[in-house]
Structures are given as structure tokens and as C-alpha cells.
């Protein structure tokens, strides 16, 4: 077979010596290595978002009055009156570092070097009151992010390169709300969304023979792609039988979410004289995402002291495995003189077996100044969804505690919110891991030693997170003019 004219180099074996030591199925490695890359996953989210509720501890499910209701349970919104304006911004700077036990060639111990990340919301509430049967009725639009980190960068040699050296992904949620009461004391609300994201991973795969370790024999592998929008929703609930106790119910159902992209390899400088070639580069990441459920329950003892306790369920057990999903990619290689033959590249099923999740909140907001200044503190506890088999520096999410304070001041009708949370994250000493280099398997129509894969997952993981959220609550109606 003849090789066919601008192919796409991809990468291949650099430690050959005669032309038939090549290993050109760099694709299928590619897309092996990134099915372990994926960063959407409370495997790898932080308890929510929105500045009141990291305030108090992420107990906010019961009876949330700002515009992240929608997100959290959209019955919070039928108490609203009048258009009201939400803006939220929050910073997280995720400190993870990893000294590997294995001996990988590299940089043993390991950080992420990625600046803060910056996640934005928006909300915009219209609260119309009495309509009809309901005692009150609010639609609302807006956009929110996940919770959680979308860039992370790590040395390129590394020793955690076989699992990941970068990333650079966003999600969003376009949202559109509708909540009703009853009699004041039953309130019930929807929020109908749109899931729409991007992503670029980048990894290193093992391209040597036998076992080995070695930056300078590394295939780097990137995986580009967006999917979206794809449909869901959040369904809530919630009963306000008097002025002291509120109770909430509310569901966030799985979600299969797929990104169509491209897989794309670069051989390391040592084998550019190979001729190997990818033909073709069209691929889908398919991956899911956990049914949420949330259970809040919340006491006012006085009418300035307000306490909430809150359950929240994640069922990531779903994420059994991630799959990439190959187009008519193939690799063309040269096994003699002048002598072709292309291999297809075949869809690759990575593991997970994530387990559920769950997390207990416990919040308080105090006024101490009436319809001027209030404060708030909470805790959490959350479990883990990454077995320790599979801990990683792609999932840095492991189980943790969350201590969280914050406070709000009105000025001209308008509420300014800040809040501060630290997250202190498991250490995670790993000795029995299954995760192992992504390699370049072996070819037909060659006697080459077959690469093998090493584990990489066995060493000491360390992480924690900071996170300052700022938000601005605007009853538009109300405000009043600083001039």
C-alpha cells in the first residue's frame, strides 16, 4: 500500500534503530490515556457554588432566597417580589501536590502550577406575587457553572504526566426557572437547563518498549472538544408550615454529557524520521454525571438567628466508566521498504467504578444589624467518590472538610455578599494502585517487544482549596440612588 499524500504525523516508538521498531498506534494510546483525564465529575466537584450558600458551609437547600435557588432548589424563588438582579463570582485557588512512590523517570513530587480559577453567575428573578390559585408565582433566568476547578497545569516531565500535565475545560448551565406557592406554606419550583461545555486535556503516553519511564520517549496526547447543549433539569420542593421551620426537597437527575472533538498526538523529536501517520482525528467523549439529591431542613429560634442542616446525596456510581468514542481514525505505518498497512483505532473503555457520594452541611446567618449588615459561618463533611485504586492528580476532589465564614451589607437597597471557604482535603497515601501508564501497543506485521505499562498512582497526594466568592443582590425595584 502506498502512503497517502499529507498525512497527519502522529506520534510513534523513538527508541528504534531500523524502520522496523516503529510503533504508530500513538491514536490508540491517545485516547486510552485521555479516557483517564476527564475532569467532570463529586469526584472531582467542590460542594457547590453561589456566595450565600459557601458561606453557610453549603447548607442552603431548605429555603435559598438568592437567585442560585434555581440551581439548588428553584422553590426558593416563589418567595421573591418584584425583578431582581443576581451577580456571583467566585475564585478558587486548588493547591494538589504528588511525590510518587514508583520509580518514574521525572520530577517525583509534583504541584499544580495554575493560576486561580475564575467562575462567574447570574441570575435574574421575577417575583409576581399573587397569580390566580398561587399565592405567590416567580420565573427566573440565568447561567451557572459546576463547582469546580476548570484549569489545572503540572510539570510537562513530571512524574504524574501519564495521568494528566494539563487541562482546560468550562461548563455552563443556560437556565429557565418557574416556582408557585400554595397557601404560602407549599412552594414548589423547576428549573429547565441547557448543558453546554468545552475541554482540552493533555497527557503523556508511555511509547518506549518493555516497561520504562522516560520524557524523552513520550508521546504527547491532547484531546479538543465541545458537546452541548444537552437537556435536563432540577425539580424542588419545599414546606414552610410557620415563620420558624422551613424543610426542602430537591433533585438534579443523571446526565450523559458528550463532547465531539479531536485526538491529536506529537512524536517526540527522537522519532520525527518515522513514517507514521494518523489518518483521520474525530473522536467522542462520553461520560455521566451523578443524580443529585438534596435535603435541607432549617430553624429560626429568634427572628435574627437562623440555623440549617442539610443531606445531599450524589450518585456516582453511575460513572462506572468513560468511553472515547473513535470516528474512522486509523494510524498508516511502514513495516518494510516501501510496504503499508493502517490499523483502525477502536473506541477505548476506561474504568472508574466511582462509588456515591454524600456530605453533611451545617450552616448559620445571624442579623446583627436589622436590614443593614448579617454573618455567617458553616462546616461540612464530605465523602469521597474516587476509590483509592483510582486516586489521581486528574481528581483531586477527595473526601474533606469545609470550614466557611461570611457576611453581607446593604447599601442603597442593594445587598454586597462575601465569603471565604477553606477546604481541608484528605491526604490520600496510595500503595495498591490500578492505575497505569497509557502505552503504545503492539503492531502486526512486526516482531517488536511489546510496550508494557507501569503503575503510576502509587505515592502521596495532598491537596486543599481556597475559595473567596463575591456576589452583588440587586431588588431592582428598591433601589435607591447614591446621588
Known amino acids: 500500500m502506498k502512503a497517502q499524500e499529507n498525512p497527519q504525523t502522529v506520534a510513534s516508538l523513538p527508541l528504534a534503530t531500523s524502520r522496523r521498531w516503529r510503533a504508530p498506534w500513538a491514536a490508540a494510546a ?26 453557610r458551609g453549603g447548607a442552603w437547600a431548605a429555603h435559598p432566597r438568592d437567585g442560585l435557588a434555581l440551581q439548588y432548589n428553584p422553590a426558593g424563588l416563589a418567595q421573591q417580589r418584584g425583578l431582581n438582579l443576581y451577580l456571583d463570582a467566585r475564585l478558587a485557588s486548588q493547591q494538589v501536590s504528588f511525590e510518587a512512590s514508583d520509580a518514574l523517570v521525572g520530577q517525583k513530587l509534583v504541584e499544580n502550577g495554575s493560576a486561580p480559577f475564575l467562575a462567574p453567575s447570574l441570575a435574574l428573578v421575577w417575583g409576581l406575587g399573587a397569580t390566580g390559585p398561587l399565592s405567590d408565582l416567580s420565573l427566573a433566568v440565568g447561567a451557572t457553572g459546576p463547582s469546580s476547578i476548570g484549569k489545572l497545569d503540572y510539570p510537562k516531565a513530571g512524574a504524574e504526566r501519564y495521568a494528566l500535565y494539563k487541562t482546560d475545560y468550562f461548563i455552563s448551565y443556560a437556565s429557565a426557572a418557574v416556582a408557585g406557592a400554595w397557601r404560602d406554606w407549599l412552594r414548589f419550583g423547576v428549573t429547565g437547563q441547557l448543558v453546554s461545555g468545552s475541554a482540552r486535556f493533555e497527557q503523556a503516553v508511555w511509547s518506549g518498549f518493555g516497561k520504562g519511564s522516560d520524557p ?9 472538544g465541545s458537546g452541548g447543549p444537552i437537556a435536563t433539569a432540577v425539580v424542588g420542593l419545599s414546606i414552610v408550615p410557620n415563620d420558624q421551620w422551613a424543610f426542602g426537597l430537591s433533585w438534579r437527575p443523571h446526565i450523559r454529557f458528550e463532547a465531539d472533538g479531536t485526538l491529536v498526538t506529537t512524536a517526540p523529536a527522537s522519532a520525527k524520521d518515522f513514517k507514521v501517520t494518523q489518518l483521520g482525528t474525530s473522536a467522542t467523549l462520553e461520560l455521566d454525571f451523578a443524580d443529585i439529591i438534596r435535603l435541607g431542613a432549617l430553624y429560626r429560634p429568634t427572628p435574627a438567628l437562623e440555623l440549617e442542616v442539610n443531606a445531599v446525596w450524589e450518585r456516582w456510581s453511575v460513572m462506572e466508566q468513560i468511553a472515547i468514542r473513535t470516528h474512522n481514525v486509523m494510524v498508516q505505518y511502514e513495516y518494510e521498504a516501501d510496504k503499508f498497512d493502517q490499523v483502525p483505532v477502536p473506541d477505548i473503555i476506561f474504568p472508574k467504578h466511582f462509588k456515591d457520594a454524600y456530605s453533611i452541611r451545617a450552616g448559620m446567618e445571624w442579623t446583627a444589624l436589622a436590614e443593614r449588615l448579617q454573618v455567617r459561618g458553616g462546616w461540612l463533611l464530605e465523602t469521597s467518590a474516587v476509590p483509592e485504586a483510582y486516586v489521581g492528580v486528574e481528581f483531586p476532589n477527595w473526601g474533606r ?19 471565604y471557604a477553606h477546604h481541608f482535603v484528605d491526604t490520600q497515601e496510595v500503595t495498591g494502585s490500578l492505575s497505569k501508564q497509557q502505552v503504545t501497543p503492539p503492531l502486526p506485521k512486526t516482531f517488536l517487544p511489546a510496550a508494557e505499562a507501569s503503575t503510576i498512582g502509587n505515592g502521596t497526594y495532598q491537596a486543599s482549596m481556597d475559595i473567596v466568592s463575591l456576589s452583588l443582590r440587586v431588588p431592582l425595584q428598591k433601589l435607591r440612588s447614591i446621588f
Open 216 to 224: 524523552g520517549v513520550d508521546t504527547d496526547a491532547v484531546f479538543d
Open 30 to 55: 491517545l485516547a486510552l490515556g485521555l479516557a483517564s483525564s476527564q475532569a467532570w465529575a463529586a469526584g472531582v466537584e467542590y460542594p457547590d457554588n453561589g456566595t450565600l450558600s459557601i458561606g
Open 401 to 419: 472538610q469545609v470550614a466557611s465564614i461570611g457576611a453581607s451589607l446593604q447599601l442603597f437597597g442593594a445587598w454586597l455578599d462575601l465569603a
